[in-house]
């Protein structure tokens, strides 16, 4: 049997610390998983309190950049770096630019993410507004995860070497037949992923408390972020059921299992109007399981078009209430939607085909890279 020939080797760069429970965990796991299924060398330099339970205060992250970036230039030269778009990967774009190596950035959002993220970033705004636009400009290609955000990027970028490769869900893992291991109030409806600002928790939590939620349904939040206090008092009146930080492996069961996955994201900071498609939303139709979305290019457009859930107007606690009882009270209809959504995501966005996509992408780079180490 002949050995499947390697497209050729890659250094990707995560510094923003993947860790279990999280979107963009799933997000670099599983193309890393998906590009070494396409025959390419992928190796991962990310910070090394990845795998801790507590982050590091400021230095001690500062010195996690810079010791995963160090091992990175004192590694053998891969022939592609693909950076996960960070302000402080600047020292290795520099270098790859310096040394002709070719380059990928991945854009998952705009600057105001770390702006929102990091409140005390915004002393010093234009600076580090400069270090990401340089790293967009010197960029190779740049790869935004949905259309409005790839018109922006070539805007900031200045050049039109611009991909669009959305994200997606593991098929596999996230499917209508998953097993639940934990014991849970049905019915239910979930929201899981980081607990930031942007993602509209609070809206999400007074919903709950009007008379238009039904009353037989609970909401089961997931994850973790700046939103958990207000997560944590919510779940102390019964209604707002809080599981914590919850593993990749364990999601599928608990999300195939309830009404509908919410998405209820919020305009903070103008970031919403440059596209969402969030993994939260592909994972749960993955699921069979319609989605809840607010009205913002991406997700919404996802669901209108495919009649796999429902939309809402964002910052607007009644109308996300009125969908969860809409949904619960037309079981027909929501196994409807369930399934149109489960047959899109096979179709167009597992995992598979994101990795499939930014494959060819980057043997397109490897063939017209000056050292002539391009390997087919």
């Known amino acids: 049997m002949a050995s499947k020939i390697t497209k050729g080797s890659i250094h990707y760069l995560c510094l923003q610390a993947p860790q279990a429970g999280q979107a963009f965990y799933a997000h670099v796991l599983e193309i890393i998983k998906g590009l070494e299924r396409c025959n390419w060398k992928v190796r991962l330099f990310e910070p090394s309190y ?3 339970r507590k982050l590091p205060g400021a230095f001690g992250r500062l010195m996690g950049f810079l010791r995963a970036q160090w091992q990175l230039l004192h ?9 996960r778009a960070h302000f402080a990967a600047w020292p290795s774009a520099l270098w790859a630019r310096l040394i002709g190596l070719p380059t990928v ?4 959002g705009p600057y105001e993410d770390l702006f929102i993220a990091w ?7 234009k600076l580090f507004v400069w270090l990401m636009r340089s790293q ?3 960029a190779s290609v740049v790869i935004a995860v949905t259309p409005q955000l790839a018109e922006w990027v070539r805007k900031e970028a200045g050049h039109d070497r611009i991909f669009v490769v959305t994200n997606g869900a593991n098929t596999n893992l996230f499917n209508p037949n998953a097993k639940v291991n934990t014991e849970l109030p049905y019915p239910y409806v979930v929201f899981f992923g980081a607990l930031a600002p942007w993602q509209g928790i609070r809206t999400l939590l007074e919903a709950v408390k009007t008379k238009y939620w039904p009353s037989d349904v ?3 939040i997931m994850g973790d972020g700046a939103e958990r206090p207000h997560v944590e008092k919510a779940a102390s009146y019964g209604q707002v059921v809080y599981l914590g930080p919850v593993a990749y492996h364990e999601l599928p069961g608990i ?3 309830s009404l509908a996955g919410l998405s209820p994201q919020n305009a903070l900071a103008g970031r919403s109007k440059k596209g969402l498609l969030p993994i939260k939303v592909f994972e749960t139709l993955a699921c069979g399981v319609p989605v809840i979305v607010t009205d913002w290019p991406g997700q919404a457009d996802l669901v209108r078009e495919n009649q796999c859930g429902l939309v809402v107007p964002p910052d607007d606690p009644k109308a996300i209430a009125e969908a969860v009882a809409y949904l619960y009270y037309h079981p027909e209809e929501r196994i409807m939607m369930g399934e149109k959504g489960r047959k899109l995501v096979e179709l167009e966005y597992s995992w598979d085909r994101c990795a499939q996509k930014t494959s060819e992408i980057l043997a397109m780079l490897v063939c017209k890279a000056p050292t002539g180490k391009g390997r087919e």
């Open 218 to 220: 609970r909401l089961v």
């Open 75 to 83: 590694s053998p030269r891969p022939d592609i770096l693909y950076i």
């Open 50 to 52: 990845t795998s801790s």
């Open 105 to 108: 950035q991945e854009v998952n």
């Open 255 to 257: 999300v195939a299992h």
């Open 119 to 125: 409140p005390w970033t915004q002393k010093m705004a």
């Open 136 to 138: 967009l400009r010197w």
